[in-house]
């Protein structure tokens, strides 16, 4: 019994963000460790998204959005999430939500890894491959915002959009994160973005991915000397 609960225990995704050698003293400064991992992080996030976005089943909300704001104004869709990022970051300062270079890079680096890599991959024709893709792009995105989670340098720019208004208006996080996504799916829909049975999935699988990828990096994380 005892071994079947530590094995349950070390299967279980993460509940909280774990404490790492990596963790920067401030939202503005950081060592080059931290800097990899928080960069590293960001750009397998956006890689994960990229991997939905070619998969052409469906995407995540915020990513409905930008193929909308790409189909109708020209622009790829790379520079279109930057788009989105820096107009939701105009929304912080009624909020007074304070930002880090966590919050910049996230803007900057998620909207180039999309960029870059949307054109790269190579479109699955198969319902199984398309499945299996998403799958992946979920992982990835899932180990991407652990590793930017345990570099503690600032939420990204929808994270901070969510914690502000949680915070101005008192609701509790879960309808105020909800009504967020919800509405940026419809827009994002209205204007000519993916929805199908890939934007269900990540919906119901992106928090455990997240759980469970902080889960992985506080398993594997490198000795607590390390300095960053």
Known sequence: ???????????????????????????????????????????????????????????????????????????????????????????????????????????????????VTVPILATPREPLAQFASVLFGIALIGLGSALYLTAAMGPGPRDGLMTGLHRRTGLPVTPVRLSIEVSVLVVGWLLGGTVGLGTVMFALLVGPAVGYGLALVDRSRRPRSLRC
Not at 10 to 32: E, F
Not at 79 to 104: C, D, K, N
Request: aromatic letters at 6%.
């Open 1 to 115: 019994m005892r071994r079947l609960g530590a094995l349950s225990r070390r299967l279980a995704p993460a509940r909280t963000v774990p404490s790492t050698p990596w963790r920067a003293p401030s939202r503005w400064r950081a060592g080059p460790v931290t800097l990899i991992v928080l960069v590293g992080g960001l750009w397998l996030f956006g890689t994960g998204e990229a991997v939905l976005v070619d998969a052409g089943i469906g995407v995540s909300p915020w990513t409905v959005l930008a193929q909308g704001l790409a189909v109708r104004s020209g622009i790829g869709i790379g520079a279109a999430t930057f788009v989105i990022s820096a107009v939701v970051l105009l929304l912080w300062l009624p909020l007074r939500e304070r930002p880090g270079l966590g919050t910049i890079a996230n803007a900057v680096v998620i909207a180039a890894s999309i960029g």
